[in-house]
T-cell receptor, first 112, second 110 residues
Framework: DSGVTQTPKHLITATGQRVTLRCSPR?????VYWYQQSLDQGLQFLIQ???????AKGNILERFSAQQFPDLHSELNLSSLELGDSALYFC???????????FGPGTRLTVT | GNSVTQMEGPVTLSEEAFLTINCTYT??????LFWYVQYPGEGLQLLLK?????DKGSNKGFEATYRKETTSFHLEKGSVQVSDSAVYFC?????????FGTGTSLTVIP
């Protein structure tokens, strides 16, 4: 158990809908990262937050947004969902931007 | 730019065989290097790390040495077990961003 929690574990929704994925980092970790993992694209970095502020952006679509709250938990919002958004979404956290990341168990999103 | 290149898989080995998974990187400055492992249906787990040149990371029989002269961080294990079957990711951290390789799938057969 890495100490990073993600909810929900599974999510099934229809095209065009909007969903919110939640992540709680390890106690004491200030940095949160979001990744998308699909079979054909591998592990794609989406976005990073550090102590509430956006720090780095990767291949995140405009339909996706995220934030980190004062209690350091983070949410990833996915809207106007398409079939191609079906994937595993991982959250990771680290103490600071120089240290190793610890990954959560992931949320499996299925868009039908 | 910064990047990580790891050997293509899948790799299939017999139990007790020697394992090498190659990883090379391109980065400015002095990045930290990591190997992560992902077992089926799970998230990535940190396997080992090295933070400076010539450091050797080790864990669970796996080893990797940070070679700045060859910009490499190859993962090795002397005798693999069926339970080592997983996907292995090489990664680097420049301090500004993490970069992951594409992953190498390993299957160990009895």
């Amino acid at each position: 158990d890495s100490g990073v929690t993600q909810t929900p574990k599974h999510l099934i929704t229809a095209t065009g809908q909007r969903v919110t994925l939640r992540c709680s980092p390890r106690s004491g970790d200030l940095s949160v990262y979001w990744y998308q993992q699909s079979l054909d694209q591998g592990l794609q970095f989406l976005i990073q937050y550090y102590n509430g502020e956006e720090r780095a952006k990767g291949n995140i679509l405009e339909r996706f947004s995220a934030q980190q709250f004062p209690d350091l938990h983070s949410e990833l919002n996915l809207s106007s969902l398409e079939l191609g958004d079906s994937a595993l979404y991982f959250c990771a956290s680290s103490v600071d931007v120089y240290r190793e990341q610890y990954f959560g168990p992931g949320t499996r999103l299925t868009v039908t | 730019g910064n990047s990580v290149t790891q050997m293509e898989g899948p790799v299939t080995l017999s139990e007790e065989a020697f394992l090498t998974i190659n990883c090379t990187y391109t980065a400015t400055g002095y990045p930290s290097l990591f190997w992560y492992v992902q077992y089926p249906g799970e998230g990535l787990q940190l396997l080992l790390k090295a933070t400076k040149a010539d450091d050797k990371g080790s864990n669970k029989g796996f080893e990797a040495t940070y070679r700045k002269e060859t910009t490499s961080f190859h993962l090795e294990k002397g005798s693999v077990q069926v339970s080592d079957s997983a996907v292995y990711f090489c990664a680097l951290n420049t301090g500004n961003q993490f970069y992951f390789g594409t992953g190498t799938s390993l299957t160990v057969i009895p």
